[in-house]
């Protein structure tokens, strides 16, 4: 049975253990991790051969594309019109449906392909954003893959550059800055378990102050101290000085 309410997304930078958090999170709050899983999802509700989601998993694309793929997205598509799209388009569409209709069953962890994007109009979402240092990621990707350290970096700064790409494509946000996410956390500080603990810890704040008033204020007669619903981001606390007149 599941212990929590929130969809989680995870943006992750490769080689900082993201999935493996991830997971470690899903089993701890009793919830599910769509990684790979979207896009089997994807093809199997489309009827889009699975390979061709591979081929185009985290791929960027023209914005010329993406123009098209958002208009007839925000103007919505017949069948007809479906089965008459490039490719790229068909595979945008499709991968973005599932993830909603993944969230609409219910919690559960999901892991890049823009899920926070697709999600930003629910309110039970929680986006997070892990990083590490680059010489851990390098260390982790070199011993999983057995590769020579310049080799490691070489396929974390490609691989990046791509999630970036295609982040930075069909959201209105930008990959890895931390007000594209509510929180981002670096696990080569915290470790896996820390990660996967704030993270869980991060989700049973987010539930309970979700039955707070979005802001409240303290007056002490010459400060208010405002704790923004989007400040639960980072936790920011912002004061405001009053001033007379």
């Known amino acids: 049975m599941a212990k929590t309410n929130t969809i989680i997304t995870i943006g992750r930078q490769f080689g ?16 599910k991790l769509y990684d790979k899983e979207m896009l089997d999802r994807a093809a199997k509700e489309s009827g889009i051969c699975q390979e061709l989601f591979e081929t185009h998993d985290e791929k960027p694309t023209n914005s010329f594309l993406y123009s098209l793929v958002m208009d007839t997205y925000s103007l919505g598509y017949s069948s007809g019109s479906y089965a008459d799209m490039p490719i790229n388009h068909k595979v945008f569409l499709a991968q973005f449906d599932a993830i909603k209709k993944i969230a609409d069953e219910g919690p559960c962890i999901l892991v890049g392909r823009c899920a926070d994007y697709a999600l930003e109009e629910y309110d039970n979402v929680l986006s997070v954003f892990i990083h590490a240092d680059l010489d851990a990621r390098i260390r982790r990707i070199a011993r999983i893959y057995d590769l020579t350290d310049a080799k490691a970096k070489e396929m974390i700064i490609k691989t990046d550059k791509k999630r970036a790409s295609y982040y930075n494509y069909y959201s209105n946000k930008k990959w890895s800055s931390a007000e594209s996410y509510d929180i981002c956390l670096d696990s080569s500080i915290l470790g896996i378990e820390g990660t996967a603990e704030a993270i869980e810890k991060l989700v049973e704040i987010k539930e309970r102050d979700d039955k707070i008033v979005d802001c409240k204020n303290i007056y002490d007669g010459s400060i208010i101290e405002c704790i923004k619903p989007s400040a639960f981001k980072c936790f920011e606390a912002v004061a405001y000085h009053s001033f007379e007149g």
């Open 16 to 31: 900082s253990a993201g999935r493996e958090i991830g997971y470690k999170v899903a089993k701890d709050l009793g919830i």
